[in-house]
């Protein structure tokens, strides 16, 4: 029997008889490799699409606080806040022509609600993300972004 075996494995042309652990270990060495070449490239390029969203997110609300500033006549102050975007405030009924959001205001792209202030130190309104830190201050991912 194991003549029959050993027989039946030398007349197997190599190309049938699959690969050795050498050639598996091998290539799974330079999966590895790889891995770990592209993997940091990709998460920190992940840091900073974050960042970009952010801003886009900032840039949405500027143009609907500006329809809404066109249609009462001026922004919502700090205590309406974004929520003015989506349901009229009492001191806009008559004028308001919203909702000027889709959807609910969403959270920055770390979780964290967007800060709005109106007046702003910066403009006639600040509409804030604190990075991904959630501090005030910080640099890089941390940092905070501001229109």
């Known amino acids: 029997m194991v003549e029959r075996i050993f027989r039946n494995y030398i007349t197997v042309p190599r190309a049938q008889r699959g690969f050795t652990l050498l050639e598996l270990l091998v290539v799974i060495v330079i999966i590895g490799l790889l ?11 992940l840091g900073k699409s974050e960042v970009t969203i952010a801003k ?3 840039g949405a609300f500027e143009k609907s606080l500006d329809t809404y500033r066109l249609d009462i006549g001026r922004y ?4 309406e806040g974004l929520a ?4 009229a405030p009492a001191s806009a009924a008559g004028k308001w022509n919203g909702p000027y959001l889709k959807k609910a205001v969403p959270p920055d792209p770390w979780g964290h609600p967007f ?3 109106a007046p702003g130190p910066k403009g006639e309104f600040d509409i804030l993300s604190l990075g991904r830190d959630g501090q005030p201050g910080g640099s890089g991912e941390d940092a905070d972004i501001t229109n």
């Open 35 to 45: 891995a770990a070449y592209v993997g940091p490239k990709y998460f920190s390029q």
């Open 56 to 58: 886009a997110q900032i």
């Open 76 to 79: 919502p102050n700090t205590e």
């Open 84 to 87: 003015a975007l989506l349901a």
């Open 115 to 117: 800060q709005y202030r």
